[in-house]
């Protein structure tokens, strides 16, 4: 057989969206004589629709639309995802069989992912393992449940996406006992730096297991704003790999085929060949760039402001808006480009045609890319240097203006309101707070009359102790960097320079990370004003993605940090902690990049009130 898989990038209730791209996969399919189509989970819908998979007329918008697609699959086998309402009462998680303009039937999902970014419990209900029964939709009679079908007197059946997370409970091991030769996962795997390796296991594993072929197929690009689908395709029998395909694509479909002979199987491997070892500094920029380019076409914007700081982290955003147009263009070519984000103007495209590839990047860049460097008296020289040069080295557009004479303005108000001077020995958040607030309102400007997103700057490890000026360098329509911490981003940057080419990096790769909105005798720092960033992110890590207590937490780090000089760090860090979520609560949708993050919208949820943790700390006395 030839068995094909498709990576689909859909987006919630945008259904001549993802009917296109389901059509375009069939008939891709059907050109190359692939014998069955495996479609991602969910794929009519979207993955993402939330709450509205609990109301009456999405799952009966979705069976609509399913009898379109059935009218398609001539001579092909396809599965193809979708919520169904069963008896008016409970919602099913099912993939639907069609064989050849006939549905055969629906599988359920049997295990709903509740841990992490998942909530699937809220609106589905599990199937239980081994039953069947029927429902009736528009006059006819269809199977539902955990069933077995046949192609060509090969026997096949469902894992969908978490049921293939379930160690030995998964369904694929009552499979092979109903004598199942092939396994197919239609899935919404989220992405996370790494996982790959461990999907990859998951698949190959269990086609050596349970002496089968697995297929393989996920969602594919940012659906719905905050996760992010690498579109993995993977198809292999008995432990042997037949075909896995490049992540993170840019195309709307990524259709594989791969070969399988069932009369005469690969002979079962003695054990599963490694993956090659992942590099994060890739996977984390491939990301990003896809989140980036999706999120901006899909809201319908017209590019990105950025107040570029010079620091770290608003570098880390220019460089990741300039690395998406130079991927998205060297994959997609320039007019699909173009076609995709329609933002550019006839003129553009003429300018275009007579320039080179490096030039196209710099003008695209400088298109959909707008900067401003909002200095003070605080600020450095270096940092305006490290913003200049970064955004000329990128084509991006590079304002500079000052701030001090709002920031004097608002100050002189509050003096006189209250009848005193404010000073940095009485009033140091106060002054260092109205700095970053006063950058805010013209850069919303330039967002306006550019129709575009504005970049909050954020990272994970600021997230977490709240090191961060609410309206002031949280504000913002997007906040790309909030799900990684500081301490990776330092060192992406560097990577960055010497990898991709970004020259314009040397400037702030050789700045020491400071928040620049105190007198510059005091030579602030962040580490100064918090803690290493590595200490902070171990403490981060191992209080809220192994979920250790504050003491459990000394125990385990006390060996690499100064015992006493740990315990005011794990003091310090619990405190901002607890008197921060709200800041979190505020974010600005982020991305989830790694294994966990603290958007309490997808990962995390804290109690914006609580104890702070006082009784579990004065255990480290």
Same mark, same amino acid.
């Given at each position: 057989?030839?068995?094909?898989?498709?990576?689909?990038?859909?987006?919630?209730?945008?259904?001549?969206?993802?009917?296109?791209?389901?059509?375009?996969?069939?008939?891709?399919?059907?050109?190359?004589?692939?014998?069955?189509?495996?479609?991602?989970? *969910?794929?009519?819908?979207?993955?993402?629709?939330?709450?509205?998979?609990?109301?009456?007329?999405?799952?009966?918008?979705?069976?609509?639309?399913?009898?379109? @697609?059935?009218?398609?699959?001539?001579? @092909?086998?396809?599965?193809?995802?979708?919520?169904?309402?069963?008896?008016?009462?409970?919602?099913?998680?099912?993939?639907?069989?069609? &064989?050849?303009?006939?549905?055969?039937?629906?599988?359920?999902? &049997? #295990?709903?992912?509740?841990?992490?970014?998942?909530?699937?419990?809220?609106?589905?209900?599990?199937?239980?393992?081994?039953?069947?029964?029927?429902?009736?939709? #528009?006059?006819?009679?269809?199977?539902?449940?955990?069933?077995?079908?046949?192609?060509?007197?090969?026997?096949?059946?469902?894992?969908?996406?978490?049921?293939?997370?379930?160690?030995?409970?998964?369904?694929?091991?009552?499979?092979?006992?109903? %004598?199942?030769?092939?396994?197919?996962?239609?899935?919404? +795997?989220?992405?996370?730096?790494?996982?790959?390796?461990?999907?990859?296991?998951?698949?190959?594993?269990?086609?050596?297991?349970?002496?089968?072929?697995?297929?393989?197929?996920?969602?594919?690009?940012?659906?719905? %704003?905050?996760?992010?689908?690498?579109?993995?395709?993977?198809?292999? &029998?008995?432990?042997?790999? @037949?075909?896995?395909?490049?992540?993170?694509?840019?195309?709307?479909?990524?259709?594989?085929?791969?070969?399988?002979?069932?009369?005469? /199987?690969?002979?079962?491997?003695?054990?599963?060949?490694?993956?090659?070892?992942?590099?994060?500094?890739?996977?984390?920029?491939?990301?990003?760039?896809?989140?980036?380019?999706?999120? *901006?076409?899909? +809201?319908?914007?017209?590019?990105?402001?950025?107040?570029?700081?010079?620091?770290?982290?608003?570098?880390?955003?220019?460089?990741?808006?300039?690395?998406?147009?130079?991927?998205?263009?060297?994959?997609?070519?320039?007019?699909?480009?173009?076609?995709?984000?329609?933002?550019?103007?006839?003129?553009?495209?003429?300018?275009?045609?007579?320039?080179?590839?490096?030039?196209?990047?710099?003008?695209?860049?400088?298109?959909?890319?707008?900067?401003?460097?909002?200095?003070?008296?605080?600020?450095?020289?270096?940092?305006?240097?490290?913003?200049?040069?970064?955004?000329?080295? @990128?084509?991006?557009?590079?304002?500079?203006?000052?701030?001090?004479?709002?920031?004097?303005?608002?100050?002189?108000?509050?003096?006189?309101?209250?009848?005193?001077?404010?000073?940095?020995?009485?009033?140091?958040?106060?002054?260092?707070?109205?700095?970053?607030?006063?950058?805010?309102?013209?850069?919303?400007? *330039?967002?306006?009359?550019?129709?575009?997103?504005?970049?909050?700057?954020?990272?994970?490890?600021?997230?977490?102790? %709240?090191?961060?000026?609410?309206?002031?360098?949280? +504000?913002?329509?997007?906040? /790309?960097?909030?799900?990684?911490?500081?301490?990776?981003?330092?060192?992406?940057?560097?990577?960055?320079?010497?990898?991709?080419?970004?020259?314009?990096?040397?400037?702030?790769?050789?700045?020491?990370?400071?928040?620049?909105?105190?007198?510059?005798?005091?030579? &602030?720092?962040?580490?100064?004003?918090?803690?290493?960033?590595?200490?902070?992110?171990?403490?981060?890590?191992?209080?809220?993605?192994?979920?250790?207590? /504050?003491?459990?937490? #000394?125990?385990?780090?006390?060996?690499?940090?100064?015992?006493?000089?740990?315990?005011?760090?794990?003091?310090?860090?619990?405190?901002?902690?607890?008197?921060?979520?709200?800041?979190?609560?505020?974010?600005?949708?982020?991305?989830?990049?790694?294994?966990?993050?603290?958007?309490?919208?997808?990962?995390?949820?804290?109690?914006?009130?609580?104890?702070?943790?006082?009784?579990?700390?004065?255990?480290?006395?």
């Amino acid at each position: 057989m030839l068995l094909a898989a498709a990576a689909l990038n859909q987006t919630p209730l945008d259904w001549q969206n993802n009917l296109a791209n389901i059509k375009n996969a069939i008939e891709k399919a059907r050109k190359s004589k692939a014998d069955l189509l495996l479609l991602p989970e *969910l794929c009519i819908t979207g993955y993402g629709c939330e709450d509205l998979f609990l109301t009456e007329w999405l799952p009966e918008e979705a069976f609509e639309k399913l009898l379109e @697609i059935k009218d398609w699959c001539e001579n @092909i086998t396809v599965a193809v995802g979708l919520p169904i309402r069963f008896r008016d009462h409970v919602i099913y998680n099912t993939v639907c069989v069609i &064989q050849n303009k006939e549905i055969t039937g629906f599988t359920a999902k &049997q #295990f709903l992912a509740n841990d992490g970014v998942h909530y699937e419990p809220r609106w589905f209900t599990s199937w239980p393992a081994g039953q069947e029964t029927t429902f009736e939709k #528009f006059g006819k009679t269809y199977k539902i449940g955990d069933l077995v079908y046949d192609l060509k007197g090969v026997k096949f059946a469902f894992e969908i996406c978490e049921d293939a997370w379930r160690g030995d409970d998964r369904p694929a091991g009552k499979h092979q006992q109903r %004598g199942v030769q092939l396994i197919l996962n239609p899935s919404a +795997s989220h992405f996370a730096m790494s996982k790959t390796d461990v999907r990859y296991h998951l698949v190959v594993d269990a086609s050596k297991k349970y002496n089968c072929a697995y297929v393989y197929a996920n969602l594919l690009g940012n659906e719905a %704003g905050r996760m992010i689908y690498d579109g993995e395709i993977l198809i292999a &029998q008995n432990g042997n790999l @037949i075909m896995r395909n490049q992540l993170l694509s840019f195309k709307s479909v990524d259709l594989e085929c791969g070969k399988v002979d069932f009369e005469n /199987p690969l002979p079962l491997v003695a054990e599963v060949a490694p993956l090659e070892t992942v590099d994060e500094n890739k996977e984390f920029i491939a990301a990003i760039t896809l989140a980036l380019f999706d999120y *901006l076409r899909k +809201s319908r914007s017209r590019g990105f402001v950025l107040s570029l700081s010079g620091g770290a982290d608003s570098s880390a955003c220019a460089v990741a808006v300039a690395e998406m147009v130079k991927r998205a263009l060297n994959e997609l070519g320039l007019e699909e480009f173009a076609r995709k984000l329609n933002v550019f103007s006839a003129e553009d495209l003429q300018k275009l045609e007579f320039l080179n590839d490096f030039e196209k990047q710099q003008f695209l860049t400088g298109k959909l890319l707008t900067t401003a460097y909002q200095g003070t008296v605080n600020s450095s020289d270096d940092t305006f240097r490290s913003a200049e040069e970064l955004a000329k080295s @990128i084509g991006a557009v590079f304002f500079n203006w000052g701030i001090d004479e709002e920031v004097k303005g608002y100050i002189g108000k509050i003096e006189h309101a209250i009848g005193r001077g404010l000073t940095w020995q009485t009033d140091d958040v106060t002054l260092q707070n109205i700095q970053a607030r006063v950058r805010a309102p013209a850069i919303w400007m *330039l967002a306006n009359i550019n129709n575009a997103l504005l970049m909050a700057t954020s990272n994970r490890s600021e997230a977490a102790v %709240g090191y961060a000026t609410m309206d002031g360098d949280t +504000s913002g329509s997007i906040s /790309p960097l909030a799900g990684v911490d500081k301490a990776f981003l330092r060192q992406w940057l560097i990577w960055a320079q010497q990898n991709l080419g970004y020259e314009g990096l040397q400037y702030v790769n050789n700045l020491q990370p400071s928040a620049e909105l105190r007198p510059a005798e005091q030579t &602030q720092t962040d580490e100064k004003d918090l803690m290493p960033y590595p200490v902070l992110n171990q403490i981060e890590r191992l209080a809220f993605y192994e979920r250790l207590a /504050p003491e459990q937490v #000394f125990e385990r780090m006390k060996a690499d940090v100064e015992p006493e000089a740990l315990k005011m760090y794990i003091k310090r860090f619990y405190a901002l902690w607890s008197r921060n979520q709200w800041k979190r609560e505020r974010y600005a949708p982020s991305f989830h990049l790694d294994d966990y993050n603290l958007d309490p919208r997808s990962w995390l949820r804290f109690p914006i009130l609580s104890g702070g943790f006082l009784e579990e700390l004065k255990k480290l006395n």
